[in-house]
Structure formats: structure tokens, C-alpha cells
């Protein structure tokens, strides 16, 4: 009987299967400008956090998800790091392999010690309906289970261009602003991050300064697993979200607009190039 039981608890071990590290994040995306003129808003957003090692499974796990055909979520390789040509094996058939190595291969041209990294995670919004768009990417580079980089890929509107920053995670530092985004603000200043890894929740904030606070970007969340019942609530509240992002964002520059905020033509550093923003070896971590 002893026997019994216990090749039934084995059993039953064998068939429970480990839960998904994807998930969706649903909170809320926050702006605020300090000059010339306070302008400030908030809006409510999802964006979804993919596991790249498991993309195949949920390829095979949820008809409304794909990486290899049409599908209401899609992940499609072309939307990610465009500007990026990178020399990775191209004979990965996996797109979330193959978008791993991309991220991976970009931390290390940045001076990013890669050597250690495992995993790759990406906090995006995906090809939803067909239609893509995403102001900023966040690309988590993991060690095991401790987040070590992480790369904002900032996309600009209309100009559709893209920029890669990368940030050191144990010790985050200042980053130059090196890539126009908006057309009512230059490039005279640096960001400052403080980054909340998505866990059960994430917070992610950007400053932007100049001799003085000018502006704060965020994006906080709550985790909430992957199902049947969020993927409908999240298709109810945002049908197409990359259309609702688009809309808010020209929104808001029409609002600056009519404040008389200072328009500022497309300015170009003299490389725009990927952005390291990685403190010196000699710097101790912040605890």
C-alpha cells in the first residue's frame, strides 16, 4: 500500500507542470514635463513580458499567440532592433531564441559582460492585429535569476527610427541623451533610471535633467498570469493597443502644442549609436 501511494505521488509530481515566467503587466504609464510649462498625464496600459526561452511553448500552448504566423498577439522578429545589424546565427529557426541572441550580442558590443548571461526577457508590446507599435522596448539580460542589464530600445514618433540604451542594473548610471524622441525637446540633457525588475510588479522611471529636473517618464505595473480570462479583459479595455498608444501620443503633442511649448526640429548627435550606461569597474554597487 506504501508502494502504491507513493508511485501515485510520483506520479502526480510528474504531471504538474511549472508555471509560466510570461505574464502580462497592466498598470499604468505616467508623464510629467517641469519646464517650460507643467504638462502631465497618465494613462492606462499592459504591456506583455515574454520569457524569450518560451516562446515555442506558447506558440504551441494559445491559438491568439504566435511567432510564426498571423495571430491576434504576434511576436515578430522585425520589429525588434531594426537598426541593429548584428552577426548572430541566422539558422536559429526559434524567433525567441534568435531574439536572444540579438539582445545578448547587443549588451556585449556595448561593453556589457554577457559571458554569465542565460536568460533574456522582454517587457514589449507586440504585434497586436497586425499592427505594431512601441515607443520603448525593455530587454532584462538575467543571470540565473538575478537581472544583471537591461536594454531600453526607444522607438521615436513619426520618424520611426530606433536607439538602443543599456543600462547596468547593480549600478545604474546617468545616460547621456543621444536620440531625438520628441519634438518638443532636445538633446541637451541625461537620463536617470531607477528600474523595479518585473517581478510580481515593476516600476520603471526615467528622468530627464539638465542642471534640473525637466521631465519623469514611468511604467507601473502588476503582473497578472497569462489566461484565458486576462487575454480577454486585456482585448475588451485595449482592442488594438499599438492604436491607442499612437493616438495618446499624438494627443499630448497637440496639447503642447496649443501651451506654445517650443517646437524642436530632428536633432542628430554625432553618433547615434547603441548607449552604454554602465558604471566603471572601480564604482561599488549600490546596495
Known amino acids: 500500500m506504501h508502494n502504491a501511494q507513493t508511485h501515485s505521488q510520483t ?20 508623464h510629467k ?25 506558447l506558440n ?22 531594426r537598426n541593429e545589424p548584428l552577426n548572430i546565427d541566422e539558422s536559429l529557426s526559434d524567433t525567441g531564441h534568435m531574439l536572444k541572441a540579438r539582445a545578448i ?30 515607443p520603448i522596448n525593455f530587454f532584462f539580460l538575467y543571470e540565473n535569476v538575478t537581472a544583471r542589464y537591461l536594454i531600453a530600445e526607444v522607438s521615436n514618433t513619426p520618424w520611426n527610427n530606433s536607439h538602443c540604451y543599456l543600462i547596468d542594473l547593480i549600478s545604474p548610471a546617468p545616460t547621456e541623451k543621444a536620440f531625438h524622441v520628441s519634438p518638443f ?40 498570469n497569462i489566461n484565458t480570462k486576462k487575454l480577454t479583459a486585456v482585448f475588451l479595455r485595449w482592442p488594438i493597443v499599438s492604436v491607442s498608444i499612437v493616438r495618446a501620443i499624438y494627443w ?12 524642436v526640429p530632428y536633432q542628430i548627435k554625432k553618433s547615434e549609436s547603441p548607449t552604454l550606461s554602465i558604471r566603471k569597474s572601480t564604482t561599488k554597487s549600490k546596495s
Open 185 to 224: 525637446m532636445d538633446l541637451d540633457m541625461e537620463y536617470r533610471w531607477r528600474v523595479k525588475e518585473p517581478t510580481s510588479s515593476t516600476n520603471i522611471h526615467i528622468e530627464s535633467w539638465r542642471g534640473h529636473h525637466l521631465f519623469t517618464a514611468s511604467f507601473s505595473a502588476t503582473r497578472y
Open 33 to 57: 514635463r517641469f519646464f517650460p510649462k507643467v504638462h502631465e498625464f497618465t494613462y492606462p496600459l499592459y504591456m506583455n513580458f515574454l520569457d524569450l526561452d518560451e516562446v515555442s511553448l
Open 105 to 134: 550580442a547587443i549588451a556585449g558590443s556595448l561593453g556589457a559582460n554577457v559571458s554569465t548571461i542565460n536568460r533574456v526577457c522582454v517587457l514589449a508590446q507586440l504585434r497586436c492585429f497586425g499592427i505594431y507599435f512601441s
Open 11 to 30: 506520479a502526480h509530481h510528474k504531471t504538474i507542470k511549472p508555471a509560466l515566467k510570461s505574464a502580462f503587466y497592466i498598470g499604468h504609464v505616467f
Open 252 to 263: 499630448q503633442a497637440l496639447k503642447l502644442f496649443l501651451k506654445r511649448i517650443r517646437y
Open 60 to 81: 504551441s500552448k494559445y491559438w491568439w499567440f504566435s511567432s510564426q504566423r498571423w495571430a491576434p498577439l504576434q511576436i515578430k522578429i522585425s520589429d525588434y532592433f
